[in-house]
Structure formats: C-alpha cells, structure tokens
C-alpha cells in the first residue's frame, strides 16, 4: 500500500500564529512518531502513539506543542504562538508497533517568517 | 543519553569506488536502522539490523550489538547514492530513535 503522507509539503506562517501538521500512516500501523529535523541536522524526536494514547512526549519542546491521534491513525501535530525557532522540517514515521521498523513520510517544511 | 557518532563526517567518491561508514553508540539498543536521506530531504530505509549481516545489492551492513558499532558497506558506488547517510538506534526502554550525527556522500562521475 501507500507509504507515510504528510500535508502540507510546505507551510509559511508569520510568528504569533497557530498551525496545524497532518500525518497519515501506512495502514495497520499501530505505532505514530513524530521527529523534527533542523538544518544540517538529524532528525530529534518529539513524541509517539501507540494507538491512541501517547506514550512518550519527552521530546516536545514546551507546551506550545500538543499531537493527538483520536481515532489511532491520522495525528495531527498542533503548535501555538509559532515562533522562528519553530522553523524546521517535521517528519512524521509509523511501524507495525513498538520495536518494530519505522518508516518515514516526506515531511512538513514549516517557515515562521 | 545515549550517545550516537558516525564517521566519517563528510566522504567524497569516485563513481565505482567502495566505501565503509561508521556508527558507534554509547549504550546497548534493541534496534539500529540505516537511513539515506536523498537530496529532496526523503529518509529511505536501508537496513533494520540489531545485530548480525545483510545484504541489499551493492549495500550491506553489520551490525556488533556486544561491542556498540554498526557498519555499513556500499559498493561500486553510483552518483544516485549521494546524500546524507544516518544510523539511528532505539535505547532500551523507549521506542523512539536516537540518530546519528550523519554521514554526507558525495559520488562524482
């Protein structure tokens, strides 16, 4: 089947404001991840869904960050008060489950002007 | 944390050359995956190998869990294998992936 999508590809935002990051995974996938990647850099993680619940968001910078997942498949990645530190490339990934293989999706390229 | 170095930083090739990269971690894992991040940003699964030997082609990895390192092997290298090469591993007790520092290639015909 398809592989991980992401929307948008792209996404230009002025700071103060509010946006919202789609991951849809390869279905049957129980396990969602999120990771963050900035220029130059590898990815750094920021949260995962076992179904629904999360089970680790150690990673998320600060509470201008919040994912759900509410049915267990699409999340949604939200961050509030954009600012320009926020700009990066968002990288959603799913597997099987835990300990299992991860694959990527394309990506989110997220600029806060 | 745990703590993931590859080397060599930067490897610039010759179309037909062979090369060894590097991933040393600090700490044991459950899982190491070889990633290659093309130049539109897309991470490509290489390998998934928390231990042993496989092969992909011109591609193979090893992978030592008891002494914390992981090769990767590429032959005869082609222009279309340019890109940043990353390990990344998953320390026991959690599930998300640690990445590496990142390998960049550049394969020159």
């Known amino acids: 089947g398809a592989g991980v999508s992401q929307t948008p590809s792209n996404k230009v935002t002025e700071k103060g404001k509010y946006v919202e990051l789609r991951c849809d995974p390869i279905s049957g996938h129980t396990a969602l991840y999120w990771y963050r990647q900035s220029l130059g850099q590898g990815p750094e993680f920021l949260i995962y869904?076992?179904?629904?619940?999360?089970?680790?968001d150690s990673g998320l910078p600060n509470d201008r960050f919040f994912a759900v997942r509410p049915e267990g498949s699409v999340s949604t990645l939200k961050i509030q008060r954009t600012e320009r530190g926020d700009s990066a490339v968002y990288l959603c990934a799913s597997s099987q489950g835990l300990r299992h293989e991860q694959f990527f999706g394309p990506g989110t390229r997220l600029t806060v002007l | 944390g745990i703590q993931v170095e590859q080397s060599p930083p930067d490897l610039i090739l010759q179309e037909g050359a062979n090369s060894t990269l590097r991933c040393n971690f600090s700490d044991s894992v459950n899982n190491l995956q070889w990633f290659h991040q093309n130049p539109w940003g897309q991470l490509i699964n290489l390998f998934y190998?928390?231990?042993g030997t496989k092969q992909n082609g011109r591609l193979s990895a090893t992978t030592v869990a008891t002494e914390r390192y992981s090769l990767l092997y590429i032959s005869s290298s082609q222009t279309t294998d340019s890109g940043v090469y990353f390990c990344a591993v998953t320390p026991h007790n959690t599930d998300k992936l640690i990445f590496g520092t990142g390998t960049r290639l550049q394969v020159f015909p």
């Open positions: 869904f076992q179904g629904t619940g999360a089970a680790d």
């Open positions: 190998i928390p231990s």
